[in-house]
């Protein structure tokens, strides 16, 4: 795990948010190559959530959270985690994490066993709005994205039309104030989420959670994380929600060890009976067929955008051997993005940075293919370094322009260059006005 953090910052994904200033703990910020990455990862899940179905539409609902949305929902009252203190080192701690020995809780950072008593601590960040300092001006930073889709569920329906059943779909960050954030970005205090409602008939709630559980499987295999390293766990009934008639949990192998990335949970109509409960409003839906009223029940594709991205990046580090300039064999850090995540597509080189006419016809490269895809150009140092600095950044293809593309080696090769591939390192022989066909044929 120490190399790929390494990694993440010397490369540019991700970086500790306030460095200069110490850091601020659990809290995180994505480099050019982090932003990219994350961006093609919520593309690609609004692309096949969203974009290729017909039966899901999408919401970008607030952040600022009106508190009786979230005492309806339960989280003013009971969103909490087991809290203790350690009287020798003063650090605070979740309970239900610490380690026993001899059957004793100790604390992880001085090995103190004089704990207090567990205390509940609620998880979520609260705020003032407007200049007034008071308890009607209390707001809340929302602790999932969930509750918005909720409480818009009448105002959804009613534009879009659809019937049951149907889904609406976000993306967007949450917040909760986690006691002890850890293993890097995987349990952070500020982070983004993927989110499914989609509602249906009572009686369609258990067929939709096997659904949907295979669907999300699948997703994760098209974006290139290794089957073999995912896991469904079905979580016991005594420990789903109360509301829950059923909850998967898609874990992955992280190296810290096996974790959840996503949750397939059936909530029934919960949520929606507290608000209807709650705000006195209807929220529920008529069938122009039956003539008959329901509320709808909900299966809940969840899943963590920041733990996603880890999952990508540990799946995809890998060291391999390969020749440097001089034919001598190194270790090479390679990450196998699949090309649809990757951050960078396809890197650009001119063979030797002082031939004008050479770094004249890779701009030409770059420019042609820039609509098509992330592109970088790379004129610096040797071809086998320039190379290498792709390899460890994931970027999957290689273009590298030179002398035969200039036709000095016959005309039968002029506008032709050698395409490189990341993970085989070989190199083939393509027409420059075919690459962005090739390339982006590749990267789907």
Not at 28 to 56: A, C, F, H, M, S
Request: charged content about 30%; hydrophobic content about 35%; some cysteine.
């Amino acid at each position: 795990m120490e190399k790929i953090v390494s990694l993440c910052k010397r490369r540019g994904f991700i970086f500790q948010s306030s460095e200069i200033y110490g850091g601020l703990n659990g809290v995180w910020d994505y480099g050019p190559l982090g932003t990219e990455l994350k961006n093609n990862l919520k593309q690609y899940w609004w692309r096949v959530i969203v974009r290729e179905r017909d039966d899901v539409v999408g919401l970008d609902g607030a952040i600022l959270t009106h508190p009786a949305v979230l005492k309806a929902s339960g989280h003013v009252d009971t969103f909490t985690d087991p809290m203790v203190d350690c009287r020798t080192c003063k650090a605070r701690l979740r309970s239900d994490q610490l380690a026993e020995k001899n059957g004793v809780k100790q604390c992880p950072n001085c090995g103190g066993k004089d704990l207090t008593e567990a205390r509940p601590f609620n998880l979520m960040f609260q705020t003032q709005m407007g200049a007034s300092a008071d308890p009607a001006s209390i707001a809340y930073l929302r602790p999932e994205t969930a509750q918005s889709i909720f409480v818009q569920f009448k105002n959804v329906l009613d534009v879009s039309r659809k019937k049951l059943p149907f889904g609406i779909a976000q993306i967007g960050k949450a917040f909760r104030n986690e006691i002890n954030p850890r293993n890097f970005t995987f349990r952070s205090r500020e982070f983004e989420q993927m989110e499914l409602e989609y509602f249906c008939r009572p009686e369609q709630g258990m067929d939709l959670l096997a659904y949907w559980l295979k669907e999300r499987i699948k997703f994760y295999e098209e974006i290139g994380i290794s089957r073999k390293r995912l896991h469904i766990l079905d979580v016991p009934e005594k420990e789903r929600a109360f509301y829950s008639k059923g909850t998967f949990d898609i874990e992955y192998e992280f190296p810290f060890g096996r974790q959840e990335l996503e949750g397939v949970a059936y909530r029934t109509d919960y949520d929606l009976q507290q608000h209807i409960k709650t705000s006195g409003k209807v929220l529920d839906y008529f069938d122009e067929e039956t003539k008959e009223r329901v509320v709808p029940h909900v299966v809940e594709p969840s899943a963590g955008v920041d733990r996603a991205v880890l999952a990508l990046i540990c799946d995809a580090y890998d060291e391999d051997s390969a020749p440097d300039e001089k034919g001598k064999m190194e270790t090479r850090v390679v990450m196998r993005f699949h090309p649809r995540m990757a951050p960078i597509k396809c890197a650009v080189f001119p063979l030797l940075r002082n031939k004008e006419a050479l770094v004249a016809k890779a701009r030409e490269v770059q420019a042609l293919l820039r609509p098509h895809m992330n592109v970088f150009y790379d004129e610096g140092s040797a071809i086998g370094r320039r190379y290498r600095r792709q390899d460890e950044i994931g970027t999957p293809f290689g273009v590298t322009i030179d002398f035969e593309t200039l036709g000095e080696k016959g005309e039968e090769l002029r506008d032709t260059v050698t395409l490189r591939d990341r993970d085989s390192m070989k190199q083939e022989r393509v027409a420059i006005k075919d690459l962005p066909e090739i390339i982006s044929s590749r990267i789907r």
